[in-house]
T-cell receptor
Framework: AQSVAQPEDQVNVAEGNPLTVKCTYS??????LFWYVQYPNRGLQFLLKYITGDNLVKGSYGFEAEFNKSQTSFHLKKPSALVSDSALYFC???????????????FGKGTTLSVSS | DTGVSQNPRHKITKRGQNVTFRCDPISEHNRLYWYRQTLGQGPEFLTYFQNEAQLEKSRLLSDRFSAERPKGSFSTLEIQRTEQGDSAMYLC?????????????FGQGTRLTVV
């Protein structure tokens, strides 16, 4: 079955420190992976995506993600966290099961990032 | 603001009542998706449209749920005979085309509370 796991409900980091939000996936075939961020009272906002090519993907607001095929992971990273990065982060993968054929996204449960000043 | 608009933002209804939500996608986007998000969970796919055609429905979409997209523009999601388990955030998203690498743009959602 296609799935996405975000093993941490919450990640706490101090401002200026590097941050990592973890994501692992299980799909048949090549994965199409996405990260979205959700601020309070705001819709989900696209951060970045991995399709093919370089394993390190750069996205919005200084975020990047590292794709690791052998570990089936797609961890979100940022070298220096800001207080304004505090939000709910979702990892998602295209549903490539037979009855979906890549139309929908499967989301993880989300990880709350809290950056302290 | 992603450009996808959803109304109302909040809806409180009594159990057994019918409710209808509206989504206005980005104008040039031909695909429109509905997702449901409950507390502590990520969004779950409900259904999607390509233009005016509803092409896929999740098993989560019971027969009390119906969605339309007349003329391939805005979409409505109706829930009949609401139940407390229907309480959730209902999200709409749109994309231009159906490419696997196409990112979706989400609205702010409609939060439904069934009392």
């Amino acid at each position: 079955a296609q799935s996405v796991a975000q093993p941490e409900d919450q990640v706490n980091v101090a401002e200026g420190n590097p941050l990592t939000v973890k994501c692992t996936y299980s799909v048949s075939g090549n994965p199409y992976l996405f990260w979205y961020v959700q601020y309070p009272n705001r819709g989900l906002q696209f951060l970045l995506k991995y399709i093919t090519g370089d394993n390190l993907v750069k996205g919005s607001y200084g975020f990047e993600a590292e794709f690791n095929k052998s570990q089936t992971s797609f961890h979100l990273k940022k070298p220096s966290a800001l207080v304004s990065d505090s939000a709910l982060y979702f990892c998602a993968v295209r549903d490539m099961s037979a009855n979906q054929a890549g139309t929908a996204l499967i989301f993880g449960k989300g990880t709350t990032l809290s950056v302290s000043s | 603001d992603t450009g996808v608009s959803q109304n109302p933002r909040h809806k409180i209804t009594k159990r057994g009542q019918n409710v209808t939500f509206r989504c206005d996608p980005i104008s040039e986007h031909n695909r429109l998706y509905w997702y449901r998000q409950t507390l502590g969970q990520g969004p779950e796919f409900l259904t999607y449209f390509q233009n005016e055609a509803q092409l896929e429905k999740s098993r989560l979409l019971s027969d009390r749920f119906s969605a339309e997209r007349p003329k391939g523009s805005f979409s409505t999601l109706e829930i009949q005979r609401t139940e407390q388990g229907d309480s959730a955030m209902y999200l709409c998203a749109s994309t231009r085309g159906g490419g696997l690498n196409t990112e979706a743009f989400f609205g702010q959602g409609t939060r439904l509370t069934v009392v």
